[in-house]
């Protein structure tokens, strides 16, 4: 019998391919500067209802029934107000490296216990240029998945754990056109916007793992 907990085949594929994907130019971290950090993109085996519980997305399917974890940050911050993200943040000095720093910011912003956490791999640095921030998103599953909440208002006001199946649904996904000329990928699910660094990162394992469904690109939100 095989260990339910245990990291599945599709995820170690998909980190194998994500630490190798091209970067677009316009992500590329500069030679210097920027201030380092990191997020946790942690992926779970989701409520599993039948033999063929998983996304039936591509022509690649994931047993698990997957979905991910995403926070929203607070209102009144000062960077990424209200927005939908991965638990995370910057690297600290008592850090060893973006893994610890995103295991720890994702214990520290909703109660992730670390001990239930897998570290399947890394993704290439990417930068932020509104920001600042040079980012290492820390792919993981979550072997022991857990209540978690909100650990500190002021920072994070909700958290939600959203299926691959969603995600990739087309009736979920929009372009967003904001300030400045910025036009990307969005989700709109569980009455939350994902965009920005989030949605495209989110848009990009999608095609990396071969569950990207075509969807109609035209349909615009204003930000």
């Keep these: 019998m095989s260990d339910q907990g245990a990291v599945p085949g599709w995820l170690r594929d998909l980190a194998n391919a994500a630490s190798k994907m091209e970067i677009n130019p316009m992500a590329q971290p500069p030679a210097h500067g920027g201030r380092a950090s ?54 600290d000095a008592a850090d060893d490296g973006p893994v610890a720093a995103a295991l720890r910011e994702a214990k520290e912003e909703v109660g992730v216990e670390p001990g239930g956490v897998d570290v399947v791999g890394t993704l290439p640095e990417l930068f932020i240029p509104r920001t600042g921030f040079r980012v290492v998103p820390v792919l993981a599953w979550w072997r022991e998945p857990h209540a978690v909440a909100p650990v500190d208002a002021a920072e994070v006001a909700a958290v939600e754990r959203i299926s691959v199946s969603e995600l990739a649904a087309p009736e979920t996904r929009v372009m967003v056109k904001g300030p400045g000329g910025y036009l990307g990928p969005a989700f709109q699910v569980k009455g939350l916007l994902i965009w920005g660094f989030t949605a495209v990162l989110v848009d990009r394992l999608l095609a990396l793992a071969g569950w990207e469904r075509p969807w109609d690109t035209a349909r615009v939100i204003d930000l």
């Design 38 to 91: 990191a997020v946790l993109v942690l992926f779970a085996a989701g409520p599993q209802t039948g033999p063929e519980t998983g996304p039936q997305t591509g022509p690649q399917t994931a047993p698990d029934n997957p979905d991910l974890l995403f926070i929203q940050r607070s209102a009144d911050l000062r960077l990424h107000a209200g927005q939908p993200a991965f638990p995370g943040g910057a690297i």
